[in-house]
């Protein structure tokens, strides 16, 4: 099969899975997606809306689930609140409001059943056709200030290969996540990176095991919720049996994906990013993110680290009466 033109390889959706059941975080999660959780005063969803539309998607497929309706809600228009604004003139708020409604050119597909992330991806198949997409997981926010999704969208563009964002962690995390076995990139790709100045790298994928033992694991590397993927991963998803856990999962697409050829689809290539993520969808990081963002907002950050030093040192002192 030729090369396909380069024209082919750009990017144009982004999708975002939001179906799941959010089970570590029930019973909060019970009517609520765990993607509408607030993060400060946004839902988790929102910064990863804003995260595509910053690198260029602003045609972003949200697949839902049960509980769609506060997902479809938030990002519509709620005339009564933008009138009671507008009457008393808040317009900052009224702006904030707005915003979330004019961010992107929503879409909404039903997952039905949720059968797994790759059964979620494949739900996406008659929106996107036969280009090229994001994938961006609603739980997984990237800082602004790291261009990870840009980064990606540019070592596929110059490679046509589907792409993954990998991330370093300790031994001890690897079995919460997918990881791969990695080779050195090809130099198309590392040639994407030149002048990006995003201190990612590039490597090639050549496995993936989705949540190994840390025996088990190939390398230390992640995989965390960013992926851009050729539709081909389409026709791969179609085959895919049920993985761990009775979920058709997208590591398992993406292992067969590595293995075929690149001329015809195949392939996949690996961001190692080192930049700042937040995940929403544990309980310990979710806390954790909430207060970090809160501490980079100019109204709430000195408050907030002086509750926060008192309330340590008070802590430690209970702790320190506790152990006499
Ligand atoms: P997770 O495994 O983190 O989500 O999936 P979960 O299953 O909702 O969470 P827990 O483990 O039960 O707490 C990663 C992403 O994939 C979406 C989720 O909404 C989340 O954004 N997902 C997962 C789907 O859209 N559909 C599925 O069938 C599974």
Redesign the pocket.
């Known amino acids: 099969m030729a090369e396909e033109r380069p024209s082919k390889r750009r990017v144009m959706h982004a999708v975002i899975?939001?179906?799941?059941?959010?089970?570590?975080?029930l019973p909060a999660t019970k009517a609520t997606?765990?993607?509408m959780l607030p993060v400060v005063d946004k839902p988790a969803i929102q910064y990863v809306v804003e995260e595509a539309v910053a690198a260029g998607l602003a045609n972003v497929l949200v697949?839902t689930?049960r509980n769609k309706r506060p997902l479809e809600d938030h990002f519509d228009r709620n005339y009564e609140l933008e009138s009671t604004l507008t009457r008393k003139g808040d317009a900052d708020r009224l702006q904030l409001v707005q915003h979330a409604t004019s961010l992107a050119h929503l879409h909404f597909v039903r997952?039905g059943d949720?059968?797994?992330?790759g059964?979620?991806v494949s739900c996406a198949r008659a929106h996107v056709g036969r280009s090229p997409f994001a994938v961006l997981?609603?739980?997984?926010l990237i800082d602004p200030r790291d261009p990870l999704l840009s980064t990606m969208i540019s070592v596929h563009e110059a490679t046509g290969q589907s792409v993954i964002a990998l991330m370093e962690v300790p031994p001890n995390q690897i079995p919460l996540y997918g990881c791969a076995a990695v080779g050195p990139a090809p130099l198309a790709a590392a040639a994407a990176f030149e002048n990006r100045g995003s201190g990612c790298d590039a490597v090639a994928v050549t496995g993936l095991v989705e949540k190994p033992t840390a025996e088990e694991a190939p390398s230390n590397l992640a995989v965390i919720?960013r992926y851009v993927l050729h539709p081909r991963v389409f026709d791969v998803l179609e085959h895919t049996a049920p993985g761990r856990g009775g979920?058709i999962q997208l590591t398992d697409a993406l292992a067969t994906l590595a293995g075929l050829d690149p001329a015809e689809g195949g392939g996949v290539l690996g961001v190692i990013f080192r930049g700042r993520r937040y995940d929403t969808?544990d309980r310990l990081d979710y806390l954790k993110t909430v207060v970090t963002l809160a501490c980079e907002r100019e109204d709430l950050a000195r408050p907030l680290l002086a509750w926060l030093a008192d309330f340590v040192a008070s802590r430690a002192d209970e702790d320190g009466q506790g152990s006499l």
Not at 114 to 117: A, D, E, I, N, S
Not at 137 to 140: A, E, S, T
């Open positions: 899975p939001a179906a799941g059941l959010g089970t570590r975080f997606p765990k993607e697949v689930g997952q949720p059968r797994g992330l059964h979620a997981l609603g739980d997984d919720g979920e969808g």
